[in-house]
């Protein structure tokens, strides 16, 4: 064993100790809200596939029809020859959907997220940065990246933001404010027309990360963005949760992409993505705003599940959306609860730190439109039994 390898097993030695060891297991989406594992159906509540889009025929025809016309791959970066008339063209169909001037197709929201937030504060020089203490890591590695200190607010709490943006604020240059629109670990929402007043008040530009909203909330699934529409300067979201595929997107001024085509790394040194992914996207960009039925479905169960969980004295703090967490505390309770209920016949992820704050393991129960509501009632008896 090489002194790497003997480093390495020391770190994953305490890595262990710590209830926090993870490892890869080989699973499949399958229809129904159900999962194939080791042999086993599962009911799935951990897959991010809320729309049940993943395995749709017309996203599947779709990137089997571009992958046919484009080729497999996209033979270069954006700037180099990557840039075809599908990825345009898909780019103007996503700045339509989020009514915005313009759009950029990224490869994943952590490569988004980590690249856009270096690139934004490049330009803003002396800038105060304060971010909703909860952001997802992608944003927190963007920040590192700028090496540029945040001011951090408690979250959701927007009397804390104000009262930092007075007191840290008012003296710098400029002004960002980086929030999540849905909490992918909480599963509750911003208050993005209070954020974006404040935005205005302070003079701050407003960074509103929508993976877990695209498709789900807002009217015709455009995400909680578009109950404020005009008043966020920056949108990403993803492909890879209600979409159905994968990849992500910024959508803001034609300044603003104009701008990250020039100065964001990520975007800059990556292959583009490929037909098969973009013919995904345009499918499910044709589907997302007709399935109403589906998000008012995903919202029901939500609280039936959020009312049971409650019942049996789980703390599912202040979600009201289709991710619901049952918060344990210990990690090695957290762990154990997901296992039974898995040799029980449910699929129910278990967060441990980093993901989550010390304290406050829990399980991640995410809902998919596929779900029944004998689903939801199987897995609360499940949870009751397993307990």
Known sequence: MSQ????????????????????????ALAPGGRVLREGRELVDFSSNDYLGLAGHPLLVARAREWAARYGAGSGASRLVTGTSVAHLELEAKIAAFKRTEAALIFASGWQANATIIPALLAAMPGVAVFADRLIHASMHAGLAMAGVRQHRFRHNDLDHLEVLLAEKGTAAPARLILTESVFSMDGDRADLSRLAALAERYDAA????????????????????????????????TFSKALGGFGAYVAGSRVLIDYLVNAASGFIFSTAPPPAVLGAIDAALDLVPGMEAERVHLAALGGRLRAGLGALGFDHG???????????????????????????????????????????SRLRLVLRASHTEADVDGLLAAIKAAR
Do not use: N, Y
């Open 4 to 27: 790497l390898d003997s480093l390495l097993e020391a770190a994953l030695a305490r890595i262990e100790r710590a209830g926090q060891r993870r490892a890869l297991r080989a699973t």
């Open 206 to 237: 407003l960074f509103v990360d929508e993976a877990h909203a695209t498709g789900v909330l807002g009217p015709g699934g455009r995400g909680l963005s578009a109950e404020v529409e005009g008043k966020i300067d920056l949108v990403m979201g």
């Open 318 to 360: 202040a979600s009201s959306t289709q991710i619901v967490p049952a918060v344990i505390g210990p990690e090695r309770d957290a762990l154990a609860l997901s296992v039974r209920l898995e040799a029980a016949g449910f699929l129910a992820a278990a967060i441990r730190p980093p993901t989550v704050p010390a304290g406050t």
